[in-house]
């Protein structure tokens, strides 16, 4: 059994800023916790303008705080992002994800990252060599 807090995470290596400033995540499970996903707690902050595509990663986002959208890339279509909406990036979608206040997060990757991947230009996480 694993059991963390999120305070146990805030300040670790399994605490990951962006490089350019835009959000925060807390890593509280990882590839290496072996539960075939992991689940991070991500800020984006407020004003934030982000381009993600997971070419490698399906992604599933739940807001648990704040207010933002997402926007389609591939559609044009802008939905609002607010406490109690999920979205999951079922196509490997290309998207725009927009803060207008700090927007807290509950995220989920298939398959798990090991935890200090950055975005590279084209939006995504590298893809699991293991």
């Not at 509280?28 to 993600?52: C, E, P, V, W, Y």
Request: aromatic share 10%; charged share 25%; glycine share 8%.
């Amino acid at each position: 059994m694993l059991v963390r807090a999120l305070s146990e995470i805030q300040g670790t290596e399994r605490e990951v800023r962006a490089e350019n400033g835009n959000w925060v995540s807390q890593r509280l499970l990882l590839k290496d916790d072996r539960m075939g996903f992991s689940f991070h707690i991500t800020t984006i902050f407020a004003g934030q303008d982000n381009f993600f595509q997971y070419k490698n990663h399906l992604e599933s986002v739940y807001c648990m705080a704040g207010e933002g959208e997402i926007e389609d890339l591939a559609t044009g279509v802008v939905y609002p992002i607010k406490p109690g909406t999920v979205y999951a990036l079922d196509q490997h979608d290309k998207h725009r994800l927009r803060a207008f206040k700090d927007m807290t997060m509950a995220c989920v990757f298939n398959p798990p990252v090991s935890g200090r991947e950055v975005h590279g230009p084209d939006g995504s996480y590298p893809a699991d060599t293991d």
